[in-house]
């Protein structure tokens, strides 16, 4: 029975996860394919890592130095846009994204005109991931599309367009514009298409080099776009082309002009296996997500240690997993660790990666029993958020488990409306009938039940419960 309580609470706090929990806690599943290793059932061996690292101050403290360097005097303005990018990059490891943008938007206003198109094309990038850090979507939109408008105008450069609008496409769908980010998936697609068969010499020579790459671009953009409409098997199937692409791609850095670090590279290829353990999370494939989360964060404890700040969103990946299997108190451990890294970094509450750990940490506490500590943690996570605009303060207020935590805490009108823009999002995004839609509208239906409105509740569990069950039929599965 203890096994069921927990499942019912997980409902609320884990969403369709916590609807496989519970129908796994009376129904077996279908068990493992032969060739699948299940992962421990214990987390021993990665908090065993975890605790054995400590804060190396000499490593944190060139962080800093490298991050308050001053401009180079008689530098060119290539130079000096290399160098801002370098100070800029520093600053962003250390959260200081304010600081980043600055220093990016330096990196881009001298590139222009002085720096190749390729190291352009890499400032761009990284001004539009600090600007969408700090929250601020629309300029971060901006950037990339200002340089699609310009690499498309120019040839060779027309190469730029496979990373640029496969970022676009994800931007696009965080914001909830799904048929746009759809159009630059195709357009991707129909580029792919167009190199692969051109009769132009520099596009024939190229494509050997970049392939990989290019082809791995594509992929993601159709896994993003699957994955934000619910179609967990078929996103599953491009993130697995993906990261076997992008991870080839490795082999072919010697020969690219310009290339990035292959840390980067091999950074991008485990954080598409995070995605991977997501999307067979999301099935209800937790045994086998679980291996797919710990391949990911053990190889990048194994390259950058526990004390780098890409590290702490591959934990969080892991501890989701767990919390979908109602293993709440290892899943806190790993939590608590994240914010102990982002704490020794001196990233701040108010940056989204620290902003995002404290949600989770909230949702854990209340998931555990214990709404006052999750109460606390949630007034810490508003203040942070109070100057976040309003895409990013919705993506994290607008969330199952938060909406259970109004209503334990008595505050149950403002739970039901919360559920209810829930609802309205999901709707927008899924449909009607799809699952998540359903698992919206069943914590919709909790609060009107708490609230007394019956009919209205048992109107949104019935329109609920078809779409559920359908779901849990799919995706049920035993773990070891």
Known sequence: MMRVRLALRGILGAGLAGLILLATAFTPGHAQAPTFVAPPRTIADITAILDREKP?????????????????????????????????????????????????????????????????????????????????????????????????????ERAHLFGFQRATALMLIQTGDLAQAENYVRRNQALLQEVRSSPIPGWRAAYPRYRNTWEADVEMGRAFIFEARGQLQNAEAAYVRAEALKRASLKDVPNWHAPPPKDDIAFWSDGLVRAIARSKMRQGRLAEAEADARRALLARLSVQGKYHARTPSFIIGLADILIAQGRFSEAEKL???????????????????????????????????????????????????????????EAGELDGTRVYLLYAAGQVDAGISAAQALLKRQI???????????????????????????DEAIREFRAAIPALIAAAAKTLTTTP
């Not at 927008?428 to 007394?452: D, M, P, Q, S, Y």
């Open 428 to 454: 927008a995004r899924f449909g009607e009938k799809h699952v998540n839609t359903a698992t919206a509208r069943g914590t919709l239906a909790i609060g009107l039940a708490k609230a007394g409105r019956k």
């Open 335 to 393: 939590i608590r660790v994240s914010l102990e890294i982002q704490s020794s970094l001196a990233i701040a509450d108010d940056k989204p990666a620290t902003a995002t750990i404290l949600a989770r940490l909230g949702s854990v506490l209340n998931l555990l029993g214990r709404p006052n500590e999750a109460a606390d943690v949630y007034a810490r996570y508003d203040r942070a958020v109070a100057g976040w605009d309003s895409l990013h303060r």
């Open 56 to 156: 190396d101050p000499a490593a944190i403290a060139k962080l800093k130095a490298d991050a308050h360097k001053t401009p180079p005097t008689g530098a060119s303005r290539a130079a000096l846009a290399q160098f801002y990018f370098d100070r800029g990059n520093a600053h962003a490891l250390l959260g200081q994204v304010n600081d980043a943008i600055s220093d990016a938007q330096k990196a881009v206003e001298l590139g222009q005109g002085a720096a190749d198109f390729n190291h352009l094309g890499r400032y761009r990038q990284f001004l539009a991931s600090q600007l969408w850090a700090a929250g601020e979507a629309k300029k971060a939109l901006q950037v990339t599309l200002a340089h699609i408008r310009e690499a498309d105008r120019q040839g060779p």
